[in-house]
């Protein structure tokens, strides 16, 4: 009779033949969910393994598909939908200074799906920045590509952006650039 133990038990010449498996998942932050990489074992692997796949994020044990989504730049919920509850978000500014933390302009939640169109004026109304696209690959650094002074980093002060949505809609939010 064939035990699960990596030992041909029933002389077949095939170990552990005749069993049932189950698909593991490796559960790095022990949230229950493991990421989507399957091993198939016929024992319980014991811990740090799960039965369960679909974590986004195997470093972090509040992201996984029961987590809660929460207004934050991150998909929380690992349904591929970033900051879906939050409606339209549009951030009242950004520093681009290089230290990793708010250095672009970007848009989160729902509306970030459906931006098609990114325009920045500056206060005197010249459009300083445009780009046209779709979801995560518009973002504004700081730098005009637009009229005068296109290729330099734009001062510190306020900004007008107006962004196109797939159908149409417009929307409007001043902002400000800091240091």
């Known amino acids: 009779m064939e035990v699960c133990d990596s030992v041909d038990n029933d002389c077949s010449g095939v170990v552990d033949?005749?069993?049932i498996y189950t698909d593991y998942y490796l559960d790095a932050d022990q949230d229950g969910y493991g990421d989507n990489n399957a091993f198939s074992f016929c024992a319980d692997p014991?811990?740090?393994?799960?039965t369960v796949d679909g974590d986004c994020n195997d470093e972090d044990?509040?992201?996984?598909?029961?987590?809660?989504?929460?207004?934050?730049?991150?998909?929380n919920n690992c349904d591929g939908v970033?900051?879906?509850?939050?409606?339209?978000?549009?951030?009242?500014?950004?520093?681009?200074?290089?230290?990793?933390?708010s250095d672009k302009y970007?848009?989160?939640?729902?509306?970030?799906?459906?931006?098609?169109?990114?325009?920045?004026?500056?206060r005197w109304g010249n459009m300083?920045?445009?780009q046209v696209g779709?979801?995560?690959e518009i973002a504004w650094d700081g730098y005009s590509n637009k009229g005068i002074g296109s290729g330099e980093m734009m001062p510190v002060g306020y900004y007008l952006v107006v962004v196109t949505?797939?159908?149409g809609e417009t929307l409007t939010q001043s902002i400000s650039l800091w240091n």
């Open 128 to 130: 300083v920045f445009e």
């Open 82 to 101: 970033m900051d879906e509850i939050c409606g339209e978000f549009l951030p009242l500014g950004f520093s681009p200074n290089n230290d990793m933390v």
């Open 106 to 122: 970007r848009l989160y939640g729902g509306i970030a799906d459906e931006i098609t169109t990114l325009q920045v004026f500056n």
């Open 61 to 75: 044990n509040t992201i996984n598909p029961d987590a809660e989504d929460v207004c934050d730049g991150i998909d």
């Open 134 to 136: 779709k979801r995560s």
């Open 17 to 19: 033949d005749n069993l």
């Open 46 to 50: 014991g811990d740090g393994y799960t």
């Open 165 to 167: 949505k797939s159908n």
